[in-house]
């Protein structure tokens, strides 16, 4: 190729480098300038805001424990005696009444010796009603020169044995009777069986449980408190009560705290008394976990009302005005729950002013005109 071919080619492909550089150039000036021009419009639309100043409210010091539901009366059955249980009567859930029969032992020997020991009675009461009979009779000659001093004492002698005898045959009575209390388990109660720790066929020994029932209606939740926060709480003191799967807060009243925390941990143990509503008291169920808040003192808390809060994905926040007076979308981190509000943590301060209501859709940077 010689030197002027060389040079047009070089010469076409600078004029070709021009002419894209040129339209390139053309095109930025001209999104540069749409861009000024749609910023311009955008900055000139306003959007009329209601807006209030943020300032602490005081609210009840709120303290919460955890603790579980318990009915107030409720029972774990055993037995005093070493045996084989014949039957069970009740499952989990079923209602029984006082007195019914929740688990039989068997108890052939008690019978056995039941009968042995009402036969005896017969036969001593029998023999106690003649010695009678002859004391009162020779008390009579006795007293009429008829009958010598010695047949007298022998004769008390012999009715004071026979009583004791019956004495001893009716306790021995009380006792197969009091046996056989133990073979025949009964609901000390009206209530529910929670639990049913045998079957047919199992040994019973002594002090084993066999049956928990409780009584339906009644129910209390026994909390932990700290030994830090132990001074706050008093009897009589009224608390809130939050349960899953209960609508609503349930009033509690404590009826009993612990003096000592030597086999708690360091906690105090805290009887509570649940008060619910009658459409509350059908959804308690004893082992639930509780929230319990206790309020005692004041304190001022930042608070927004709920409709306020913004959710994008894992993060929350608040719509305020800037200090250029443009709409801003401010993060925050959220508390507790009261009446008046959700508790503001951090994100805002006394003094921010806070977005009410807005004629338009919000973005950062938005243009604002203040009612």
């Known amino acids: 190729m010689d030197f002027n071919h060389r040079k047009k080619l070089e010469n076409s492909i600078i004029m070709k480098v021009k002419k894209v550089s040129f339209f390139l150039l053309a095109a930025g000036m001209l999104f540069q300038a749409c861009s000024h021009g749609e910023t311009e419009e955008t900055k000139s639309a306003q959007i009329t805001v209601t807006v209030q100043e943020v300032k602490a409210v005081e609210v009840p010091k709120a303290f919460s424990y955890s603790g579980t539901v318990a009915s107030v009366k409720q029972s774990t059955l055993s037995t005093r005696l070493m045996g084989q249980i014949d039957q069970v009567l009740v499952h989990e859930g079923d209602k029984v009444e006082k007195g019914q029969l929740l688990l039989a032992l068997r108890s052939n020997d008690i019978l056995a010796r039941q ?23 020779i008390s009579n000659l006795y007293e009429s020169k008829s009958a010598t001093q010695k047949e007298f004492d022998d004769t008390r002698t012999h009715f004071e044995m026979m009583q004791a005898k019956l004495n001893a045959v009716n306790k021995a009575k009380a ?7 133990y073979a025949n388990i009964r609901a000390p109660y009206a209530g529910v069986v929670t639990t049913r720790f045998v079957d047919a066929g199992d040994m019973a020994n002594p002090g084993m449980p066999l049956v928990a029932i409780e009584a339906p209606g009644l129910f209390e939740v026994n909390a932990f408190i700290p030994e830090s926060e132990i001074h706050l709480i008093e009897r009589n003191d009224t608390v809130n009560v939050i ?16 003096p000592s925390s030597r086999f708690s941990g360091a906690q105090f143990e805290a009887r509570i008394v649940l008060l619910p509503e009658a459409h509350q008291t059908r959804a308690i169920r004893s082992g639930t976990f509780a929230h319990v808040n206790l309020y005692k003192g004041i304190e001022k808390k930042v608070l927004v009302a709920e409709s306020l809060i913004i959710d994008r994905g894992q993060l929350t926040g608040v719509w305020t005005v800037s200090q250029t007076g443009e709409a801003l979308l401010r993060w925050v ?24 209501q807005s004629e338009g859709r919000l973005h950062d940077g938005a243009s604002l005109q203040i009612n």
């Open 115 to 137: 009968m042995q020991v009402e036969a005896n009675i017969v036969e001593v009461t029998a023999a106690y009603k003649n010695a009678e009979a002859d004391m009162k009779r």
């Open 175 to 181: 006792e197969v009777t009091e046996m056989l209390t």
């Open 243 to 258: 349960l899953n799967g209960v609508q609503g807060a349930i009033a509690g009243l404590v009826s009993r705290i612990s």
């Open 333 to 356: 981190r959220l508390g507790k729950q009261y009446a008046e509000g959700i508790e503001i943590l951090a994100g805002i301060k006394n003094g921010d002013r806070l977005i009410l």
